[in-house]
């Protein structure tokens, strides 16, 4: 079985506070960060052992994992495991990079988000230049915030041409087509983060070949589905896969809507799906005109 699994376990704390993010934050007690590491390492154990399936696994958490020695640990590991095609983690990009010198680089990935206000632009450029000197495949994106444009434009000039910028839509913002225009001269990308799809009753891979996992091992289809699909540990999941249309009225976040049937992202992003890279040339240096969505 070909199965995609995103990984949310019970991690929140961060070392960023940023004012537009809609996950909740906290400082994680002793207690909690003991519980995420053992949900962490049960987790990383089970895949290890599905050598009958081919997985490709990204890690989602509510907080930042590669400040935490057991993300960096899970993740190198899994990334030399045959039957893993790809283990990618979103990421502030905080943290120390030499660790990925244990991983495979044809398998490990990093969706790595800057925060302006949040980091100095030259450290979190220093770190994005030397994942590409490692041949560390990843992307890099930035919220769709007036304040931001001016760091974004600098970002899309310093990275490496072959590093995707891509932009996403600030939560609760309003663009017109002229702030879109400019967002989309970055990432031509920009149109399907700029407004919610419907979905309601639209066919959508998770629940059939992606799931999402929590750290008791309960799987959904996705994060934003709370209808329980059974458990990863004792395998009850797997009778529930099967294709089924999406129950909600719009889906407004990339790592829902990019599975979307009715949407070109599984061609667009062929191949890195995961770690948010198309398949095409670098956005922001070749157009891709044929890639506007419909409106939705």
Same mark, same amino acid.
């Given at each position: ?32 960060? %003991?519980?995420? #590491? ?12 599905? %050598? ?15 400040? #935490?020695?057991?993300?960096? #640990? ?10 893993? #095609? ?26 790595? %988000? ?183």
């Amino acid at each position: 079985m070909d199965l995609t699994i995103l990984y949310r376990g019970p991690l929140a704390s961060c070392d960023y506070d940023c004012p537009y993010c809609p996950f909740a934050k906290r400082r994680d007690s002793r207690a909690q960060l %003991t519980a995420d #590491r053992s949900a962490l390492e049960r987790f990383a154990g089970w895949a290890s052992e599905q %050598t009958g399936d081919r997985l490709s696994l990204l890690f989602t958490p509510w907080g930042e994992g590669l400040v #935490r020695s057991w993300y960096r #640990r899970a993740l190198a590991e899994l990334s030399r495991l045959p039957h893993v #095609r790809r283990v990618a983690i979103q990421t502030n990009l905080s943290g120390r990079t030499q660790w990925l010198d244990e991983a495979d680089p044809d398998t490990i990935a990093l969706w790595c %988000t800057f925060h302006p206000g949040q980091t100095p632009y030259d450290r979190f450029l220093a770190k994005c230049r030397d994942l590409a000197e490692r041949g560390i495949r990843h992307s890099v994106g930035v919220v769709g915030l007036p304040e931001h444009l001016e760091q974004a434009r600098r970002l899309r000039d310093d990275l490496p041409d072959h590093v995707y910028l891509w932009v996403n839509a600030a939560e609760g913002h309003t663009y017109t087509d002229a702030e879109a225009a400019r967002w989309t001269a970055l990432d031509p990308l920009f149109p399907y983060s700029r407004h919610p799809h419907r979905s309601a009753g639209l066919p959508c891979r998770t629940g059939e070949s992606v799931v999402s996992v929590d750290g008791e091992g309960t799987v959904r289809r996705c994060h934003f589905v709370r209808e329980e699909l059974g458990n990863l540990y004792d395998g009850s999941y797997r009778a529930a896969l099967r294709p089924r249309a999406c129950p909600l009225a719009v889906c407004d976040c990339h790592i829902g809507y990019v599975h979307l049937e009715t949407l070109p992202l599984y061609d667009v992003f062929a191949g890195g799906v995961l770690e948010r890279i198309p398949a095409a040339p670098p956005p922001g240096r070749t157009p891709l005109r044929l890639l506007t969505p419909a409106s939705s």
